[in-house]
């Protein structure tokens, strides 16, 4: 075969893998036409593009800092080169979980829609949720259909975030909602939690559920730990905005004093 029908044949195959059968019902009449690559070239990029945007808008991330932005010199304990390590998605083709610990504001919910971002620009399907956000749109569901339906939205994605759990309590029925959640998922595809209890705290966020030991059982199981260390990054960034504006002010303050003493000179003369 030449290297001219090897080229056509490719670009045939590219046309039928994008269903462009207008074009492949005509394709004697236009294989050799200059176009036809830069045509499918085209269709192509906007495609992935599209398929880019649709994903990034499903999985719910919302803004966030790039990780470039972190400061890695704030936190008091942080694994740097585990967090740049899993930042390349190969826990997401071994099945583990990533699960991030600390206190509010050192940067846990940044680090995982930093990963969520990467998941999703690499073609993964995604969904981001806080626990709050689940688990109230889980238990909401008033029949059994219904709740089978909402829970493959959680179960589906392949990599699940859920932020923020440990800010608030829950009954029983939430408990048992997340363990069947991470139940699914488990050994299937990876999910990343962030914390601000550790596990043995978990009974506070779930009182009296007698799933939360089997619960962590199975997150901790296939599972990176990354626990970060130190004070709130965004209180750290509040008292210098705060510090910033009161330099501000008085250097405004300054000039308005210094503008009067000027006009009241000029009076004078």
């Given at each position: 075969?030449s290297?001219k029908?090897k080229?056509?044949?490719k ?6 893998q ?8 005509h394709?004697?009449?236009i294989?050799d ?19 880019l945007?649709r994903?990034?808008?499903?999985s719910?991330i ?24 899993v930042y390349?998605?190969?826990?997401m083709?071994?099945l ?14 940044m680090?995982a829609?930093?990963?969520a971002?990467q ?6 399907t995604?969904?981001?949720?806080t626990?709050?956000?689940m ?5 909401t569901?008033?029949?059994s ?8 939205r959680?179960c589906?994605p392949a ?11 829950y009954d029983?029925r ?7 959640v991470?139940t699914?998922?488990y ?12 596990f043995?705290?978990?009974?506070e966020?779930?009182?009296n ?23 709130s ?15 501000e002010?008085?250097?405004k303050?300054?000039?308005a004093?210094?503008?009067?003493r000027s006009?009241?000179q000029g009076?004078?003369?």
């Amino acid at each position: 075969m030449s290297s001219k029908s090897k080229t056509s044949n490719k670009l045939e195959d590219r046309a039928r893998q994008l269903g462009l059968w207008g074009l492949l019902a005509h394709w004697d009449e236009i294989e050799d036409t200059p176009w036809l690559d830069d045509l499918i070239g085209w269709e192509e990029q906007e495609r992935q593009q599209r398929s880019l945007d649709r994903r990034i808008r499903n999985s719910r991330i919302g803004r966030f800092k790039p990780l470039a932005d972190f400061d890695w010199d704030w936190p008091k304990h942080i694994d740097r080169e585990l967090v740049e390590e899993v930042y390349n998605l190969r826990f997401m083709q071994e099945l583990v979980n990533l699960i991030f610990i600390g206190p509010n504001g050192v940067g846990k919910s940044m680090i995982a829609k930093n990963i969520a971002h990467q998941a999703a620009m690499r073609g993964h399907t995604v969904f981001f949720a806080t626990a709050a956000q689940m688990l109230g749109d889980l238990v909401t569901q008033e029949t059994s259909t219904a709740l089978h339906r909402r829970m493959t939205r959680y179960c589906r994605p392949a990599l699940l975030v859920i932020d923020e759990v440990g800010y608030l309590s829950y009954d029983n029925r939430h408990a048992d909602l997340l363990f069947e959640v991470v139940t699914r998922r488990y050994n299937e595809k990876s999910t990343i939690i962030t914390t601000n209890k550790v596990f043995s705290d978990w009974n506070e966020v779930f009182p009296n559920a007698a799933c939360v030991v089997t619960l962590v059982d199975r997150l901790i199981h296939r599972s990176e730990i990354i626990e970060i260390k130190g004070e709130s990054y965004r209180l750290k960034e509040a008292k210098e905005r705060q510090a910033r504006r009161a330099k501000e002010r008085a250097s405004k303050k300054k000039a308005a004093a210094a503008k009067k003493r000027s006009s009241i000179q000029g009076v004078k003369r």
